[in-house]
Structure formats: C-alpha cells, structure tokens
C-alpha cells in the first residue's frame, strides 16, 4: 500500500468515526424523549441483532476456517510451510495440461466415432443386393414406404 493511499484510507475512517459519533450523540438525544414501550421494543431489537451479528461472525470464523484447511490440503506446499511455494504454478500448469490431454482425447474420441459410423454405412451400402443409385430413386422410397406398411 502506498503512503498516499495509506493516508486517504486512514481520513476515511477517521470521517467514518466522526460521522458515527455525531448520529450516535443525535440519536441519544432523542432517546430521553421516546416513551416506555418504545425503548423497551428497540433494547429488545438492540439486544436481538447483537445477538445474531455475533453468530454471523462466528459462522464466518468457522468457514474461514474450514476453507484454510481444504485450501491447505489441496496446494501441498505453501509459503507458510517452509518450502518456497513453487507448488502452485505447478499444479495450475498440470491442471491446464489434463485439460487440455482431456480435450484432445475427447476431439479425438469423437473423430473415431464418425469414421466408424461411416465406415458401417459404407459396408453397408457395398455389400448389400441393391447398387448404392437404387437409394436416391424416389420410386425405391415410395416401394419402402408401402413394403413396411
């Protein structure tokens, strides 16, 4: 983080504070004036989302925690446990590398699929009685049509 920066970041939150200061002071104000009822319900409102902004970041520690150790697990060696983390670019390049032998292997797996099906139509069509022209006779159509009915 640059020094500029750094300070920028640091009169935002110092404007943040001051803001935060002066509603609280106008909303204190106010508060003596609210009736019983009023200020019953927003302590029990109060006390409800302190309640549940404290299980939020419970749950967040949880996952964070949860997701470091899956993160871990995954990249075997990491900065932090010694070794120089050359691990990771070594596993995004066999990543890309499976994916990309995945393709080919699929590109060509669906090549040798269609030679074969043309291949059986084709010793079909030459071994069979009727010379390959009968098929494009439309009077051969019309004998199909009625021979299956």
């Known amino acids: 983080m640059t020094n500029s920066t750094s300070r920028n970041s640091a009169q935002i939150a110092a404007v943040e504070s001051r803001l935060g200061l002066r509603l609280a002071a106008r909303l204190s104000e106010g508060a003596d004036q609210l009736p019983h009822d009023v200020t019953e319900r927003l302590r029990f409102a109060r006390g409800l989302a302190l309640s549940r902004m404290s299980q939020t970041a419970q749950s967040t520690v949880n996952m964070v925690g949860a997701n470091a150790g899956g993160v871990a697990s995954i990249m075997l060696g990491s900065r932090g446990a010694g070794g120089p983390g050359w691990w990771r670019p070594a596993a995004s390049l066999l990543q890309v590398l499976a994916l ?50």
């Open 100 to 149: 990309a032998g995945g393709l080919f292997l699929i590109g060509h797996l669906h090549a040798q699929a269609q030679i074969s099906a043309a291949a059986e139509i084709d010793t079909a069509l030459l071994s069979d009685d009727l010379p390959p022209e009968a098929y494009n006779d439309p009077g051969f159509v019309e004998f199909l049509k009625t021979s299956s009915d």
